[in-house]
């Protein structure tokens, strides 16, 4: 049969498939992102197919001149893609053939498109581990200066988004910081899970020929063949992997635009987003609103949604290849696109705030997040803890009805509630000595965070070399 359509299978059938299932069936609109993982792959295929006598060194010369020439025309933009190639496997190795004739067939020999797909995503999802390392790394930076450069900083701790206990501001920026460090990790774990070479599996169980899958492996730069053929035409896990790490990330940024928003509000003014990162209303012109913490909050929706897809295309899927696996793509590579935008916001956003100490310190003082370390300090003197706790209640409660603070009480004025509380009371309500007191490894005290800001700076380093090396 001659038909125009006629399909790379197509001397098993009598006719061809009809446009609309020809455009249903193609995966390459999203595919065709990772035509230079399919060209080196195919090169470092046929140059083991040379090696190894299977086809002629003429013909692995012919074929890496004309797939690098290929290449050539895609990064120019002037290669046509055309539907009736289902994927840019098909595009490229159809188009090899028009152009170099014989040898072009000769390319997928011992390969099936099942490992090759396989091979090329591999490959895409580790370039995709290292600019989303890369864009977490930046935001690490970012998250450790501005906890440096703001050292000394008091601002309210909440639980329940009630004042709880002062903190420092670098205490809270740090804690992002970690979150962003599990992820980086989480990242590295999803890399390694592609760091393995499917190729050389065929369509489900190996091939005849006497592939040297070793060789393919240490051209292309993987750490390892696989072990079981039908594994790896049909594992999917490094990419599921990956769209959690992008969730969990997401979350993260989800959590601290969330505090953006609310500091930057008129009730709270801890901070000022750069007009850079801030929009306008286009009725109220009093407005200013932080429209991309709130964007990246929102987009964590999509991702989420992203990993949800992965997972229930994989779920209930016999071995080994299956078409459905087709539909692995878009939405992993949606939402690595997506965080990698979101991190790229959030270092700018966090980088460019204008951090509003004197209200910080205020809202620090107020809330009676004092009253702790007042029982605390009754219970130095002596009395029960439980006591403590009584005392300090009515206190708080008569401040409460005259509007005062505990740091605005007098010593006599603090002496008159209980005979325990002598001249040295005032130190136990000052904020400053409240947060200095949490001493312990990993708590708010200047001395704590000091040490904390060094072990970041040395994972950070410690990070940035393995991103390096990868
Ligand atoms: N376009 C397919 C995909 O992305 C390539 C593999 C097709 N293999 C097959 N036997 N139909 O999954």
Redesign the pocket.
Known sequence: MAGENKALWGGRFERSPERFTMEF????P??RKFWREDIQGSIAHARMLGKQGIISMDDVEAIERGLLAIGERIEAGDFVFDIND?????SIESQLTRDIGAAGGRLHTGR???D??ACD?HLYAKHLCQALAEKVLELRACLLKVAQDNMGVVMPGYTHLQLAQPVLFSHHMLAYYWMLTRDFKRILAAYDAADVLPLGSA?LAGTTYPLDRDYVAQQLGFKEVSKNSLDAVSDRDYLMDLAYACSVCMIHLSRLSEELILWSTSEFRFIRMDDAYSTGSSIMPQKKNPDFAELTRGKTGRVVGDLMGILVVMKSLPLA?N?D??E??EGVFDAVETVCDCLHCMTGMVSTMKVNRERMREDAECGFMAATDLADYLVGKGVPFRQAHEIVGELVLKCEKMGRTLQSLSPAELAEHSSYFATDAVKAVDIDAIVARRTTAGGTGHAAVATQLEQAAQQLAADQALAAAL
């Open positions: 069936g193609a995966s390459l999203v595919d289902e994927d840019i496997h098909m099936s498109r099942n090759q797909v995503t369509a290849y078409k696996m087709q692995d793509k």
